[in-house]
C-alpha cells in the first residue's frame, strides 16, 4: 500500500491510502547533493571556497544544491558591517565538528575522520562519490511568492523507494538569499562582494519536523506559509533573491536527500511592466562598434517573452533590436545588445530604452564612459593562469574592424597560457576575457613590447571584463618613404636583408621590448646578421624622418 502524508506547521500527520503526486518521481534516483558551507565576511580563504561549491553546481545543475551558513568567529561583524549569522548556524556547525574555515559538509555524511565537515579541497570528491549513491527518498520543491504580503508558501513531496534505516525522518526547509552586496577578506570587492545562498531562515526549526512513516511507498505532501520579514538582522531582503532548498535528514547529522528552487511570484500591482534597472558598468572605449549589457527587470504578473530595444550613444541614430527568451514574474536577466558604430567622444552617453507598458516610468536609464588614452605597441602578450575550473575560461582580441583575431580557450584546470601575438591593423582593439562560472578565474596580465600593461586582473573579475586600446599596426605609416621596402628572407637563417630603407634607423626587438640589434644610417641595400639570435620571433622597426615601420620576422634553424 502506498501512503500518503500531510505535515501542518503544528507538525501533525494524516495518513491516506491514494494520492496524486505531482511534483517527485515515484522512480528509484540517486542521491541529491546539499553542500553546507561554513563561511564568514572576514575569512580570506572563503572566497576560495564560494568558488568551488559553485563550480560543483554549475557542474551538476539539478543535482546539487548551496546552503552558506555564516557561522562562528570569521563571521562577526565588526562596526556598521552587516550581520549574515542566523539561529541556527552555530548548532549546525557544532554538530558538523566544525575547527576550520572555509569548511563544508556534503549530505552531513562524515567521510573520514571524526566530523562531516571538510576541507575545501575534498568537497569535490565527496559530491562526485554521493551523486553515485541510490537514494531512498526522492524530494521536490516548489515555492510562491505573494508580493503584496510577502506571504511566501512552500510546497514539498517526498517519496520513500525504499525503506529508510530510521523509523522516523526530518523534512527540512531553508530560506536563503542571492545578490547581497557586502564585506569579504580576500573577496577581492572589497564591500561589494557578491554573497550568494546566504542561509537567512529555517521554516521548519532548527532540525526540522518529523516524518513519521518512513517506509517504501511512503508519500509526503505538505505546504507551509511564513511571512518573510523586511530584514534578516537589519540586512534588507530583496524577495527577487530568494532561493528554498529542501531536504531529509534520518537524524540531525545524516542528509538522505534533497532538491531546491526559485520561487515564483503573484500579485504585483501591473500586469505587464518592464523595470530597465541599469547598464553594466562599462570601461574606457576607443572606437570600436559599442552594445551595451542592460540589466532588466519583470515587475509584471505576466511572463515577458520578448522585448523591443531602442539605443544610441551620444544621441546618434538609434538602433533597434528585439530579444526574445522568457522573464518571469519579478525575475531579473542581463541583455547583450549588438553592437552599433558611434563617434567617440572624451565623455560618451549611451541612453536604453524599452517600448510602452503599464508603467513607462521606468522603461529608460543611461550610463557613460570615457575615451581611453591607452595606446600599445604591434606585438602583445597575454600570461593566462587558469583556476580548478579552466573549462570556464575563454578570451578573445578584436580588431577595428571587429573581427575576432586572436582567441582562447576553454582550457584545462590549473594551467599556465602563455602566448605572442601581432597587430597587423592600426586604430581600435578590444580585448575581453569571460568566466562561464561568473566568478572569474586565475591571474591574468596582457602587456607590450614596451612592457606597457594594458590589463591585468588577480582573477576577481566575475562573469567577464574587457579594456580596449590603440595599435599603430605594423604598417603604423601611410607615408610612402618605405612604399618599396622589402624584408627578406622570412624565416631568416642568419642573414636578413633590409631593401630600399636608405639612410634609415633599424632596431630589433624580442617579444618583451628589448632593443638587441640596432644600426643606423643603413645603406641602400643592408644585410643584418642575425646569427646571434635564437630560433623564435622578432619585431624589426625602421625609422626614418620620423616615419616608422615595423614588421616581424622569424628565425627558424
Known amino acids: 500500500m502506498i501512503k500518503k502524508l500531510f505535515l501542518s506547521l503544528a507538525f501533525t500527520f494524516i495518513a491516506f491510502s491514494v494520492f496524486s503526486q505531482t511534483i517527485v518521481s515515484t522512480s528509484p ?19 576560495s571556497g564560494h568558488e568551488i561549491a559553485q563550480a560543483l553546481q554549475d557542474s551538476n545543475p539539478n543535482d546539487v544544491y548551496l546552503i552558506n551558513i555564516h557561522v562562528g568567529g570569521y563571521a562577526v561583524p565588526s562596526g556598521n558591517e552587516p550581520d549574515f549569522r542566523t539561529p541556527f548556524g552555530t548548532a549546525i556547525a557544532n554538530e558538523a565538528g566544525v575547527s576550520f574555515y572555509p569548511a563544508g559538509s556534503v549530505n552531513r555524511h562524515v567521510f573520514s575522520g571524526g566530523s562531516s565537515a571538510m576541507s575545501r579541497t575534498d568537497w569535490g570528491n565527496a559530491t562526485n562519490a554521493t551523486l553515485e549513491e541510490s537514494s531512498n527518498v526522492n524530494v521536490g520543491v516548489e515555492a510562491q511568492i505573494d508580493i503584496s504580503t510577502g506571504e511566501l508558501s512552500v510546497h514539498v513531496e517526498a517519496f520513500y523507494t525504499g525503506d529508510s534505516q530510521e523509523s522516523t525522518n526530518l523534512l527540512n526547509i531553508a530560506i536563503l ?54 530584514d534578516y538582522n537589519g540586512v534588507p531582503v530583496k524577495l527577487e533573491d530568494i532561493e528554498i532548498v529542501a531536504f531529509v535528514t534520518e537524524d540531525h547529522q545524516e542528509l538522505i536527500s534533497g532538491s531546491g528552487c526559485y520561487p515564483s511570484y503573484i500579485n504585483l500591482p501591473l500586469d505587464n511592466d518592464v523595470n530597465v534597472q541599469n547598464i553594466e558598468d562599462i570601461n574606457d572605449q576607443c572606437g570600436l562598434d559599442f552594445g551595451p549589457r542592460v540589466t532588466v527587470q519583470n515587475n509584471g504578473n505576466n511572463p515577458i517573452t520578448s522585448l523591443d530595444f531602442e539605443y544610441s550613444v551620444n544621441s546618434g541614430t538609434p538602433a533597434n533590436y528585439t530579444w526574445n527568451g522568457n522573464i518571469e514574474s519579478y525575475q531579473v536577466e542581463t541583455i547583450q545588445l549588438p553592437g552599433i558604430p558611434y563617434t567617440i567622444q572624451s565623455s560618451n552617453t549611451v541612453n536604453v530604452s524599452v517600448a510602452n507598458d503599464d508603467d513607462n516610468s521606468n522603461n529608460e536609464t543611461t550610463s557613460t564612459f570615457g575615451e581611453t588614452d591607452t595606446s600599445s605597441t604591434t606585438s602583445l602578450t597575454l600570461i593566462f593562469n587558469t583556476d580548478d575550473y579552466g573549462s570556464d575560461s575563454t578570451w578573445t582580441l578584436i580588431d577595428p574592424s571587429g573581427t575576432v583575431i586572436y582567441s582562447g580557450g576553454p582550457y584545462d584546470d590549473n594551467t599556465s597560457i602563455n602566448e605572442d601575438f601581432i597587430l597587423q591593423e592600426a586604430g581600435c ?98 644585410q ?20 616608422v615601420i615595423t614588421d616581424k620576422f622569424i628565425i627558424n634553424r
Open 29 to 47: 534516483e540517486n542521491k541529491k547533493v546539499v553542500l553546507e558551507e561554513y563561511t564568514g565576511i572576514h575569512c580570506t580563504w572563503c572566497p
Open 177 to 230: 538569499q542571492n545578490n547581497t552586496l557586502g564585506p569579504q577578506t580576500g573577496g577581492g570587492s572589497g564591500n561589494n562582494y557578491n554573497h550568494m545562498h546566504r542561509l537567512v531562515h529555517m521554516v521548519t526549526g532548527q532540525w526540522g519536523v518529523e516524518i513519521s512513516n518512513t517506509t517504501s511507498g511512503t508519500f509526503v505532501d505538505e505546504t507551509f506559509n511564513y511571512t518573510i520579514p523586511a
Open 429 to 526: 582593439h578590444e580585448f575581453r576575457v569571460l568566466d562561464a562560472g561568473e566568478n572569474g578565474s586565475g591571474s591574468i596580465v596582457l602587456y607590450d613590447s614596451d612592457s606597457t600593461v594594458l590589463y591585468s586582473s588577480p582573477g576577481d573579475y566575475g562573469s567577464g571584463f574587457g579594456v580596449s586600446f590603440i595599435s599603430d599596426g605594423i604598417l603604423g605609416t601611410s607615408d610612402n618613404v618605405f612604399s618599396n621596402l622589402v624584408i627578406y628572407p622570412n624565416p631568416a637563417t642568419s642573414i636578413l636583408n633590409i631593401d630600399n630603407a636608405e639612410n634609415s634607423t633599424i632596431e630589433v626587438y624580442d617579444l618583451l621590448g628589448r632593443v638587441i640589434l640596432s644600426r643606423t644610417n643603413i645603406s641602400l641595400k643592408e
Open 528 to 547: 643584418l646578421n642575425v646569427s646571434s639570435l635564437n630560433s623564435g620571433t622578432y619585431l624589426i622597426r625602421i625609422t626614418n624622418d620620423n616615419k
